[in-house]
């Protein structure tokens, strides 16, 4: 009998433990590895497991050491060419990984790919390398998606929206974007607020990170003529990274004669990319669009 409680304990333990670290699952059309810390340039030295976590209808996924392309590719009979590259946010803490905006341009006529990234735990090059080898995979892969190798872009939400921009000023070659659209993006180390995203950049660059480090990574400093059109989309009542990381972006991005549009909707808070119930879901999604095919 007791015998038979323990195998009945074990067997909950080990549903508990599946429970919290679920298959991730999703309607992509290929599902490509890119790499891992052995075969990257650079290892960000996580060497504990990474953890799935469920999370509405995506996922938290923490201590990533493998980077994982998720392909939505449009249908040859609407395909418009053009392509995005998404790279989740997540505080560089986790990876925030959901679909749903991949799924909706797939169904508009516009490839894209959910990014899982490494974490930086500390080394900083392994989100931005991977982030390059993803638009360089999609550019180098063109004609079999049936995309334009000119028309493909980067697209990131809060910290994602921080890699996206890092990946818009710093990029070159078949590595560089040709158009940005940055949702509620962190931006700025210098911004001094009771909500500034030092511990985005605690992740990105450890605790004992220096002045001169934030002021490299505060992507602001970074725009110069050559950085891609870029798109902002934001909430005026984002309570999680203040508004102003996209209104500097905006005025650094207009000062250098950069192309750029931004959307400020009136509510809506912060993390609405993946939130169906989004007052202002379509409108976002529409505008996304209409930025897109303008290149």
Request: charge should be positive; proline fraction near 5%.
């Amino acid at each position: 009998m007791r015998r038979l409680l323990f195998l009945v304990a074990a067997a909950a333990m080990a549903m508990t433990a599946t429970a919290k670290n679920p298959k991730v699952e999703s309607s992509a059309d290929e599902v490509v590895v890119l790499w891992n810390n052995d075969s990257a340039p650079h290892s960000n030295g996580d060497t504990k497991p990474e953890k799935i976590v469920t999370s509405g209808k995506g996922y938290k996924i923490s201590h990533t050491t493998e980077t994982v392309l998720y392909i939505f590719k449009a249908k040859k009979s609407t395909r418009t060419g053009h392509s995005l590259v998404i790279l989740p946010g997540g505080g560089y803490s986790v990876v925030s990984l959901s679909f749903g905006m991949a799924e909706w341009l797939r169904d508009n006529g516009i490839t894209s790919v959910v990014v899982k990234y490494r974490l930086p735990n500390g080394v900083k090059e392994a989100p931005l390398e991977d982030a390059a080898a993803a638009i360089e995979y999609m550019r180098k892969n063109a004609k079999r998606f049936g995309i334009d190798p000119q028309k493909i872009g980067v697209s990131g939400s809060s910290a994602g929206g921080h890699l996206a921009a890092w990946s818009s000023v710093v990029l070159q070659g078949e590595q560089k974007p040709n158009f940005a659209v940055l949702l509620y993006p962190v931006i700025s180390g210098q911004i001094w607020s009771p909500k500034a995203q030092w511990s985005t950049f605690d992740e990105l660059l450890g605790h004992l990170r220096t002045p001169a480090q934030m002021d490299a990574h505060s992507v602001d400093l970074l725009v110069n003529p050559q950085t891609p059109p870029t798109m902002l989309l934001l909430s005026d009542d984002d309570d999680v990274v203040p508004t102003v990381n996209s209104t500097i972006y905006y005025k650094a991005l207009k000062y250098h004669g950069v192309k750029s549009s931004m959307h400020i909707y009136p509510s809506g808070g912060h993390g609405w990319r993946g939130r169906e119930s989004f007052e202002y879901r379509q409108q976002w999604l529409e505008a996304t669009k209409e930025w897109i095919l303008s290149f």
